[in-house]
């Protein structure tokens, strides 16, 4: 099970941090995602994250905005959002992939195998 945290109501120009965690799976043995499906839109890449951490690719309309990591030994993965958009408003997803090498970070959503239920961020102009 991966249970996601963080979401909320902010302004425009604000930060938020999600956050993404389980207590089920070997953290270290998953790559991990971040997805987002906004109200009539369809599900999109946000940010990817290796196994070990060494690769991390942000979608271009996030980059240098938003920042993957994570921690193993919490088992968590996180979301900083910064500079937050209006158009950044959706459901946010984590996700983790097996069966991939350490240094590899996968951005299909395909490639996924367990999602988390999702944490709302809404952000007003």
């Known amino acids: 099970q991966l249970v996601e945290s963080g979401g909320g109501l902010v302004q425009a120009g604000d930060s938020l941090r999600l956050s993404c965690k389980t207590s089920?799976?070997?953290?270290?043995?998953?790559?991990t995602g971040w997805f987002r499906q906004a109200p009539g839109k369809e599900r999109e890449f946000v940010a990817t994250?290796?196994?070990?951490?060494?690769?991390?690719y942000e979608a271009d309309s996030v980059k240098g905005r938003f920042t993957i990591s994570r921690d193993n030994t919490k088992n968590e993965l996180y979301l900083q959002m910064n500079s937050l958009k209006p158009e950044d408003t959706a459901d946010y997803y984590c996700?983790?992939?097996?069966?991939?090498?350490?240094?590899?970070?996968?951005?299909?959503?395909?490639?996924?195998?367990?999602w988390g239920q999702g944490t709302q961020v809404t952000v007003s102009s």
């Open positions: 089920d799976f070997t953290f270290h043995n998953y790559a």
């Open positions: 994250i290796s196994r070990n951490g060494a690769t991390r």
């Open positions: 996700a983790v992939a097996r069966g991939f090498r350490v240094v590899t970070a996968p951005r299909n959503a395909d490639e996924y195998d367990y």
